[in-house]
């Protein structure tokens, strides 16, 4: 099992990116993945993810801002993030969850993390 984050990058306030999560070992529509972040002297945020059944799931911190979304032909999983502020200045990882349905609790895999640097 694999899962490869990528996509992050500097973008002022405001701006917009978008993260995907390639994954390998296991396919997007039999397991759900989603995302936390991690900023320094911070606790980790479980803060999107798409269950295996297609349910988007967002913390409160992100909804209204952020979007999930999946490519099952491409085994890939994307967050397009916008209206971005410094406060989502973060190292971003992308998991696979080991349930069924709500996901953004319990997961046995994530990758490498993607930085997400948000200047004001």
């Known amino acids: 099992v694999q899962l490869q984050a990528s996509g992050g990058g500097l973008v002022q306030a405001g701006g917009s990116l978008r993260l995907s999560c390639a994954v390998s070992g296991f396919t997007v529509d039999r397991y759900g993945v989603g995302w936390f972040r991690q900023a320094p002297g911070k606790e980790r945020e479980e803060i999107s993810c798409i269950s295996s059944d297609g349910t988007p799931y967002y913390t409160d911190s992100v909804k209204g801002r952020f979007t999930i979304s999946r490519d099952n032909a491409n085994n890939t999983v994307y967050l397009q993030m916008n209206t971005l502020n410094p406060e989502d200045t973060a190292v971003y990882y992308c998991?696979?969850?080991?349930?069924?349905?709500?996901?953004?609790?319990?997961?046995?895999?994530w990758g490498q993390g993607t930085q997400v640097t948000v200047s004001s």
């Open positions: 998991y696979r969850h080991y349930g069924k349905s709500y996901c953004l609790v319990g997961y046995d895999y």
